[in-house]
């Protein structure tokens, strides 16, 4: 959401341990390049971010589950 990868901050793209690792490894590479630690610092203190910004796709997400105009998922429940 608020988050550039690279310029501000790490993303991962799977919930896998995998990807969690290289973007802890990204992370740590940059932070022990104190020149890019300070940079990508000053670019996440810099940018405008407004709380609007974030949940403005939540909130179009929850009205439409609400009107249900979203497909609506079921999940089982294992005993």
Do not use: C, N
């Not at 670019?43 to 609400?66: C, T």
């Amino acid at each position: 959401d608020t988050i550039e990868d690279g310029v501000t901050g790490f993303l991962f793209d799977e919930m896998t341990l995998e990807s969690y690792i290289h973007a802890i490894q990204r992370a740590m590479t940059v932070f022990q390049a104190t020149d890019l630690f300070y940079a990508m610092r000053r670019a996440a203190m810099a940018g405008r971010y407004h709380w609007r910004q974030s949940i403005e796709p939540y909130s179009q997400l929850y009205r439409k589950v609400v009107t249900g105009k979203e497909k609506q998922h079921t999940y089982a429940v294992a005993p």
